[in-house]
């Protein structure tokens, strides 16, 4: 019975230790170093790696660390902007900042031909921008335009082995490209009904609609296309999901946790890359 005392008191004396450890954590996150969307990781890595993959190249190095930097550039001007422009959230934008355009200038020198590219990341990058300007990094417009320039990245890195252009991409991986943005972004919808949106009719109904949209876009690829076949079969898997899971949440009366949802979105993204390369990657 001592060491239980005993036991229990050792574990007050050591929680203000702990909330210390992460109110400090918290606080260097919130300087703008490290993003803390890290549900955001999928979607930003996978189109660019898979580019790598499907078209390999050494050159495409200094683009995917341009854009990796990009990311991290952005994730600190959302910070610096929400601190009202405090001097102390300057440094990371400024680091990643530098990072980014040398990086960029890197890439340009590797294959001067990237700069093709421009007229379309220019104006999804603004959109995003400007979304963060007016502190909506959180809404629709803003998801989106995160989403086609990741997703858009999986050609631009692929072109690197080529000619660097548009024009190099085959269709195959145009529709990755696709396949990739549709998903992320159908993810938007998805997610905002177990978390943020819980609860929201409205809003579960355009995620459902939307996942059975993909769906019976997918069959009808797979009809003109039949090797595209496993495209359409995750596209079923994704709209199940966008219905089940929502609904079990709300018949539980809670929200699934953020980690929760997460771990599970790691598995269906696994189903969905393996599905990519099962009908674009030959």
């Known amino acids: 019975m001592s060491s239980a005392v005993v036991s229990t008191t050792q574990g007050h004396t050591k929680a203000p230790t702990a909330k210390r450890s992460n109110t400090r954590a918290k606080t260097r996150r919130s300087q703008g170093w ?4 890290h549900g955001a990781w999928f979607m930003l890595f996978i189109p ?17 660390i341009t854009w990796s930097a990009g ?7 959302t910070i610096w902007v929400k601190g009202r ?10 680091t990643y900042g530098a990072i980014t355009a040398l990086a ?3 890439a340009l020198i590797t294959q001067w031909q990237l700069i093709a590219w421009l007229p379309i990341f220019a104006p999804i990058i603004a959109v995003a921008v ?11 417009v803003s998801g989106w335009s995160t989403v086609l320039a990741a997703a858009m990245m999986l050609p631009t890195v692929a072109s690197v082995s080529t000619s660097g252009t548009p024009a190099a991409v085959s269709g195959d991986l145009w529709w990755a490209t696709a396949w990739f943005a549709l998903y992320f972004g159908g993810s938007i919808y998805y997610v905002k009904t177990l978390i943020r949106d819980f609860g929201n009719h409205a809003r579960f109904i355009q995620s459902v609609g939307f996942h059975a949209a993909v769906f019976i876009g997918a069959i009808a690829l797979a009809v003109a296309q039949p090797h595209t076949w ?7 898997l994704l709209a199940a999901r966008s219905y089940a899971v929502p609904r079990i949440a709300q018949r539980r009366g809670k929200r699934i946790p953020p980690k929760y949802v997460g771990m599970v979105d790691g598995v269906v993204t696994v189903f969905v890359v393996a599905a990519a390369f099962a009908a674009f990657g030959s």
């Open 48 to 64: 660019p790696l898979m580019g790598m993959i499907l078209q390999p190249s050494w050159a495409a190095v200094p683009l995917f």
């Open 230 to 236: 496993p495209v359409a079969v995750v596209g079923a």
């Open 71 to 77: 990311y991290f550039t952005y994730f600190a001007i």
């Open 34 to 37: 490290m993003p803390n969307q």
């Open 130 to 140: 400007n979304e963060t300007i007016k502190r909506r990094e959180r809404s629709l």
């Open 104 to 106: 960029g200038i890197a």
């Open 85 to 94: 422009l405090r001097p102390k959230h300057l440094p990371p934008v400024l």
